[in-house]
C-alpha cells in the first residue's frame, strides 16, 4: 500500500474483470484514501473481492481508538463474514469483537453483487454509502442520525439494547447539558458554497436502568443512534437497504463525516465518474480550511437567517504538518515514489518517507470509491 499524503492515506487501486453469465465483462476500480486530520479515529477504509461479490467497510470512531483499531485488525475476518453469510451477520461479527469497549465507532459495510447487480448496505451510525450513475445520485444510504430518528419517534425517545441485548432507552437531546441553547448544527449545500446552520438537536442521550449514562457529572452523548463499541450502551438496530444499480456504468462512494459533514452527496464533485478516493480526501481538507462558505444562520425562534462569510465555522485551527519525526514542515509535495519533499519551516529542503497533517477544528477523513464500467 503506498503512501500519498498525510500520517495514514492510502490510495490503493485493483483493476479487475469479472465475466457475468451474459457476454458483458465488467471491470471494477477501487481506490481508497485516510487522512487522520484530527483525532486518528478514522478507521483504514478496506475492501475485498471474491469471484461473485465485492464488500467494503468504512468505519469513524469517536472516544477514542480501541474500536477502530479492533475494526481496522480484523476487517478482513469481517468482510469475509459479509461475503459468505451476508451483510447482518458481518454487522453482528463487528458488534461482538468490540462489545468490551467503552469508546465506539459508526461503521457501514456494504456488499455488491456482479451478477445481479445488487447492493446492500448495512450501517451503524452515520458514515456515508452513496451511489451515482450518469453523474446523478441514484442512491443514498440513511444515517442513524436525530433527523431519522425525529421521523420515526416525534417525541424524542425510543427504546434500543445493548450487545448482550439488555434494554434501554435513546433519548433526543433538546438542549445543552447546562440548558443553553443548542449550537447551529452545520449542513452543506449542493454547490459547495453555502451552508445552512439552523439550530436543532444534534446529539442523543442515552439511559439504562431509568438513569441516565454519565461521564464525569455529564451525561454521554453521541450523534448517532446505533454504533459499535461502547459497552453498555443502548442502540437502535443497524440500518439495511437494498438497491439494484440499473446498467450501465456506476460508482459508490463510501466516507466518514469527515466528508458528508462538508459535503453534500449530491455535490457535483462526488457525482464526477473519474473521481477517486485521493481527490475526495483533498477538496474535503480545502473545505474544512479554506474561506469559501457563506453561512446561513436560522435562528431557532424567529426563523430569521444571517448571512455571514467565515471559514472558521466549526472553530478550524490552522493545519500543522511535520515530518514523521515531529519536525515542522512549512510546504510538501508528493514525489512520484510515494515520499515527500519538504521544506522546513527554517528552509531546510529534505526528502522524507512521510508526513503528517493535523486541524484541531476539522476531522478525521476516510474515502473509498468503488467503480464499476
Known sequence: MASVAADILADTQTLRKHRRS???????????????????????????????????????????????????????????????????????????????????????????????????????????????????????????????????????????????????????????????????????????????????PYYFNFKMNGEFLNSSGRRKQLAGSSFVGHKGWPRQLPCLTTFVVPEGPFHIVMTSDGVSDIMHPADDFLKDPEVVAYEILQEAKKRWTENRWTIHYEDADTGQVTLHDNNKMCGHSTTTTTDDRGRHVQRYRILSNGT??????????????????????????????????
Request: proline share 4%.
Open 22 to 200: 451474459t457476454p458483458d465483462v465488467v471491470t471494477t476500480t477501487v481506490t481508497t484514501a485516510l487522512c487522520q486530520f484530527n483525532s486518528g479515529e478514522d478507521a483504514v477504509p478496506t475492501f475485498m473481492e471474491s469471484a461473485t461479490h465485492t464488500a467494503f467497510m468504512v468505519g469513524d470512531g469517536h472516544g477514542g481508538k480501541q474500536t477502530v483499531t479492533c475494526l481496522t485488525k480484523n476487517a478482513r475476518v469481517i468482510l469475509v463474514e459479509a461475503l459468505v453469510n451476508g451483510l447482518e451477520s458481518a454487522m453482528a461479527k463487528s458488534q461482538s469483537l468490540c462489545k468490551e469497549f467503552d469508546d465506539g465507532a459508526m461503521l457501514t459495510i456494504a456488499r455488491y453483487d456482479f451478477e445481479s447487480r445488487q447492493l446492500q448496505v448495512i450501517s451503524a451510525g452515520d458514515c456515508s454509502c452513496s451511489v451515482y450513475q450518469k453523474k446523478r445520485l441514484v442512491h443514498e444510504q440513511p444515517h442513524r442520525d436525530v433527523d431519522a430518528f425525529l421521523k420515526e419517534h416525534p417525541d424524542g425517545s425510543a427504546g434500543g439494547t445493548d450487545v448482550d441485548g439488555n434494554s434501554g432507552t435513546i433519548v433526543v437531546q433538546w438542549a445543552n447539558a447546562d440548558g443553553s441553547a443548542l449550537a447551529p448544527v452545520f449542513n452543506p449545500e449542493p454547490d459547495g458554497v453555502n451552508m445552512k446552520c439552523p439550530r436543532k
Open 340 to 373: 515527500y519533499r519538504v521544506t522546513y519551516t527554517d528552509g531546510d529542503i529534505r526528502t522524507v518517507a512521510g508526513i503528517v497533517e493535523k486541524n484541531r477544528g476539522a476531522d478525521d477523513i476516510s474515502v473509498l470509491v468503488f467503480k464499476c464500467e
